[in-house]
Each structure stands twice: as C-alpha cells, then as structure tokens.
T-cell receptor
Framework: GNSVTQMEGPVTLSEEAFLTINCTYT??????LFWYVQYPGEGLQLLLK?????DKGSNKGFEATYRKETTSFHLEKGSVQVSDSAVYFC?????????FGQGTTLQVKP | GAGVSQSPRYKVAKRGQDVALRCDPI?????LFWYQQALGQGPEFLTY????????KSGLPSDRFFAERPEGSVSTLKIQRTQQEDSAVYLC????????????FGSGTRLTVV
C-alpha cells in the first residue's frame, strides 16, 4: 500500500543553519507529493507541492524535488529562522486522500 | 467563513460517553475529509464526502465511528461509547475539488477520553 516515511526528530538547529528533512515514499502509480507545516496551536498548512517527477516545489525559502528514481521528496532550506520552528509533515496523494508521514519537529535556536 | 471551523476545540469525555464533533467547511467546498491525529503521529484518513455523499469510509476504525454531511456543507463526526484509544486530535479539511493540494485544514478538536 501507499506510505510515507520521514526522518525522526526532533531536529535542532541554530539560526541560519542549513536544513534537510528526509522523506521517502511507497506508492502505486504516480502520486502527488506535499509538505505540510503545523505551527504550535495552528492547523496544517500546505508548504509546497510537486505533481510529477523532477518537479521542484518551493515556498518561503523551502524547496523539495520529486525524485522518482529514489522515491524521495526531501525538504531543504538554506538558512532557517527561529520562526521556522514547527512540525513538518511529508504527504502523498494519488487517490485524492492524503497519506501523511509521522512528522518531524524542527526547533531553531537563536 | 474564511477558513475551516471546528468545534469544540477541546472535549473531555468519560469512557463510554458519546461525543459529536462539528466541522464547518469553507463555503462552496465540495470535498470534506476527516482525519485522526494521535499524539506524535501524522494524521490518518478516516472518511471522505463529496457534497452529501460519503464516498470513502475505509479509515473509520470501528462501527462506533459515524460521520454525516446531510446538506453537503456542515459535517459531524460522532463517536459512540468512547474508549481511551479514541483520544486524539480530529482534523477536518475541505477542498473545492478532488485534489490534495486544495485542502484547507481546520485547527482540530482535541478529544481526551478519561
């Protein structure tokens, strides 16, 4: 069946450090891939998406590239800020419903 | 409204009690989804509506869980005879069409069964 695996957290970084959160998936067909972010006390927000192989999604300095050959969609940011502290979820969809990974907590210290 | 509204934000239920959780989607959104998020886990799919039709309820964990959307707008998730394992955040999302990227999530209802 379809599934998503993310690197375990928490990930703790200093401000302006480089961020990578790994995400791999298992799916039949050609899923769309997403990163969602959940700030404390708030609902899930779509961060970025990619709908086909080699697409790069980007938003707010975050990027992720849809790699079909490695079934991966790793999230990266060149310079994190304290305000990026949140829980990040990788997800896929190929039947309309979203299937999420377990989430990775990011803590950015000043 | 501007977003997806869920009520109540917090609910404490005694084991065996019935609860009802409400979701007000964005006006005009056709698709509505319910997810269950256990502590420290990602959301898991429960059920899906397109307008008033429940097209997929494969994620409902038992027959104690029931969802409805009788007029194609507001939806209610009902849990009968609550158990401790039902403690979780219940998330609602709506979309103007059948496509993951269009989902807008509510802030959720945190259910604690004691």
């Amino acid at each position: 069946g379809n599934s998503v695996t993310q690197m375990e957290g928490p990930v703790t970084l200093s401000e302006e450090a480089f961020l990578t959160i790994n995400c791999t998936y298992t799916a039949t067909g050609y899923p769309s891939l997403f990163w969602y972010v959940q700030y404390p006390g708030e609902g899930l927000q779509l961060l970025l998406k990619a709908t086909k192989a080699d697409d790069k999604g980007s938003n707010k300095g975050f990027e992720a590239t849809y790699r079909k050959e490695t079934t991966s969609f790793h999230l990266e940011k060149g310079s994190v800020q304290v305000s990026d502290s949140a829980v990040y979820f990788c997800a896929l969809s190929n039947t309309g419903k979203l299937i999420f990974g377990q989430g990775t907590t990011l803590q950015v210290k000043p | 409204g501007a977003g997806v509204s869920q009520s109540p934000r917090y609910k404490v239920a005694k084991r065996g009690q019935d609860v009802a959780l409400r979701c007000d989607p964005i006006s005009g959104h056709v698709s509505l989804f319910w997810y269950q998020q256990a502590l420290g886990q990602g959301p898991e799919f429960l059920t899906y509506f397109q307008n008033e039709a429940q097209l997929d309820k494969s994620g409902l964990p038992s027959d104690r869980f029931f969802a409805e959307r009788p007029e194609g707008s507001v939806s209610t998730l009902k849990i009968q005879r609550t158990q401790q394992e039902d403690s979780a955040v219940y998330l609602c999302a709506s979309s103007p069409r059948w496509e993951g990227a269009g989902y807008t999530f509510g802030s959720g209802t945190r259910l604690t069964v004691v």
